[in-house]
């Protein structure tokens, strides 16, 4: 879909259905799209440079499937920063791939998110079971946005902040839990090599 920034006039594409955000790519607007209409509700903060070299526009292989990262956020919290690719597969799924402390991880939101204590209520150490599979909570931390580019599924600006659940299970499994909104959000997946992604377009990076 594309439709035409209310700031400058140059053409926004969204590729996924389930975007509802985009910062505009030439004067950096935070875009909200309502059904064919977008609306300006400000300036996006200048993201610093880092050190990955994913970039929008990164194409990678998952199992047997193609992507391309459409989105971008950075997260941050008291012992440090990770970032969030908002990925969006040639099947028409998307899909999370986080580059935190080393490591990558790929992620989907289940749909029908299964019952789940409040917040206050979890800490690290406990166990739960989702399809038939137990995951231990590995840490529960409040971050702060520092900033988002391109395509999101969600309204993103610097100084937003979220509360999640990172939990591990067998084999590489990866397990978050989302705890932003009144209704928390699942995510699934797994820890995957950096070089198992055969990624195409990525950024080059001085004295690489």
Known sequence: MLL??????????????TSVFQVCSFCTSMLVRTDV??????????????????QIGTRGRF?????????????QWEHGAWTEWYVYFDDGRD??????????????????????????SLEAGQEFTFNRIQY???????ATALGGLGELPAETHKGKTSTSV???GPDNKFASIDFSDDRPKLFLGSYVD???????????????
């Open 4 to 17: 035409p920034c209310p700031a400058c006039g140059a053409e926004v594409r969204f590729k996924s259905r």
């Open 194 to 208: 950096f070089e198992d992604f055969k990624f195409e377009n990525l950024k080059e990076l001085d004295g690489w």
């Open 166 to 168: 990172d939990l591990s």
């Open 95 to 120: 899909a999370w791939l986080a580059e935190a402390q080393g490591f990558t991880m790929m992620s989907f939101m289940v749909e029908e998110c299964p019952a789940l204590p409040g917040i206050e």
């Open 136 to 142: 231990v909570i590995e840490d529960i931390k409040t």
């Open 63 to 75: 199992g047997k499937n193609t992507f391309e990262v459409i989105g971008k956020q950075r997260m």
């Open 37 to 54: 209409k977008l609306e300006s509700i400000g300036k996006m903060a200048a993201l610093s440079p880092d050190m990955s070299m994913i």
